[in-house]
T-cell receptor, first 117, second 115 residues
């Protein structure tokens, strides 16, 4: 079936502008994660959604970052007033985490490469 | 919260040799340990995982070992091939209780296999 998709694949924006990144998880996956990956670095957890529960926003680096998810479908990550240090690849992942007997595997999307000039 | 340390950060091996990447974790409640491979410009993909009820798991040329007492686990790749060149990430998570959804990743190991 279709995997996790993200759009846009690349985004170049000017410092101070807002950007919105989109993630389409695998159908039926209840859990959705956003990560940030700076060049040559590891995966930095940003936010987690599980079904209709309140999201875990503990990884968001500042109040300029926010994310939404409608039910168990699409999620959007919004960065307001972008800064150069926001330049990174933003990865989305989904999984069946929380479903009894399911795999814990996280399936990643291809990422959105954000460049703030 | 959980903290995962990964070593080495870079590793170069000759084709055909073995590669070993090691990780330690801090939360004794963690009981699921996956390894992800990320090729240049690609998304991370799961290559093997292990749960705490076993000490070793093998899948062809790759294997993972787990020592729960010492809180460390390792990835072993035998007969390395150029296509094994990638960044490898270890991770750890609990499967029940508070925070059990969160997968904590190591910082990655860049493996280069020299032909």
């Amino acid at each position: 079936g279709a995997g996790v998709s993200q759009s846009p694949s690349n985004k170049v924006t000017e410092k101070g502008k807002d950007v919105e990144l989109r993630c389409d998880p695998i159908s039926g996956h209840t859990a959705l994660y956003w990560y940030r990956q700076r060049l040559g670095q590891g995966l930095e957890f940003l936010i987690y959604f599980q079904g209709n529960s309140a999201p875990d926003k503990s990884g968001l680096p500042s109040d300029r970052f926010s994310a939404e998810r409608t039910g168990e479908s699409v999620s959007t990550l919004t960065i307001q007033r972008t800064q150069q240090e926001d330049s990174a690849v933003y990865l989305c992942a989904s999984s069946l985490a929380g479903v009894v007997g399911s795999s814990y595997e996280q399936y990643f999307g291809p990422g959105t490469r954000l460049t703030v000039t | 919260g959980e903290n995962v340390e990964q070593h080495p950060s870079t590793l170069s091996v000759q084709e055909g040799d073995s590669a070993v990447i090691k990780c330690t974790y801090s939360d004794s409640a963690s009981n699921y340990f996956p390894w992800y491979k990320q090729e240049l410009g690609k998304r991370p993909q799961l290559i093997i995982d292990i749960r705490s009820n076993v000490g070793e798991k093998k899948d062809q040329r790759i294997a993972v070992t787990l020592n729960k007492t010492a809180k460390h686990f390792s990835l072993h790749i035998t007969e390395t091939q150029p296509e094994d060149s990638a960044v490898y990430f270890c991770a750890a998570k609990k499967t029940s209780g508070a925070g059990s959804y969160q997968l904590t990743f190591g910082k990655g190991t860049k493996l280069s296999v020299i032909p």
